[in-house]
């Protein structure tokens, strides 16, 4: 399976994912580790993708997501954006609204 | 790169945006924006940053490593926080 698919069907499958630089424990970039602690005030389990590992990474999510920067935050799929918008969401209580309805959509499909 | 020409790549790309642009560490690849702009009305808040980041191409992320960014409609353009 080719690097591009991959990245999209861990999108897909996933219902909260973060493409960052470093990992959830190890967060090696001022934005990401923002991202990081935001999400983890909500409790909810997500994948986390280290880009550091490939940088091939980095080059095809972009193409996918149209999005240029890292870090990049996924919910159901869709991007919901960069480390400013997810902390303006997160400010503004949408990111919980989202995360909440994410949940909603994973438990009726019985995933 | 300067604050001024990152401005002025933003205020291209959106005309009759209102930009404005600060450099954050004094490196020349940090930068915060305030952009305001109606055409952002019919767009989502990740659809208003790609607008703007598709005006930076291939400066964002070579010469541009972090911008941080705040969008407006113009309407409210008006408000300072």
Redesign the interface.
């Known amino acids: 399976m080719d690097l591009k698919t991959e990245i999209k069907n861990t999108i897909d499958e996933n219902m909260v994912v973060l493409y960052m630089k470093g990992t959830k424990e190890m967060p090696m970039c001022g934005f990401s580790k923002a991202v990081v602690q935001a999400l983890g005030e909500y409790g909810i389990p997500y994948v986390d993708v280290n880009v550091l590992e490939d940088p091939e990474i980095r080059v095809h999510l972009s193409e996918l997501s149209n999005w240029p920067t890292i870090p990049q935050l996924f919910i159901n799929g869709e991007l919901v954006g960069g480390c400013d918008i997810t902390l303006e969401l997160h400010q503004s209580g949408e990111l919980k609204r989202r995360l909440e309805e994410a949940e909603k959509t994973v438990l009726s499909s019985g995933e | 790169m300067t604050p001024e020409k990152v401005q002025h790549l933003i205020e291209e790309g959106l005309s009759g945006a209102v930009v404005e642009v600060t450099d954050l560490q004094g490196t020349g690849d940090h930068f915060s924006a305030v952009v305001a702009w109606a055409g952002f009305e019919s767009m989502t808040?990740?659809q208003q940053?790609?607008a703007v980041?598709d005006t930076l191409g291939e400066f964002?992320?070579r010469e541009i490593h972090?911008?941080?960014?705040?969008t407006r409609t113009a309407n409210d353009a008006s408000e300072k926080d």
């Open positions: 808040l990740v940053h790609q980041y964002l992320t972090a911008l941080q960014l705040k």
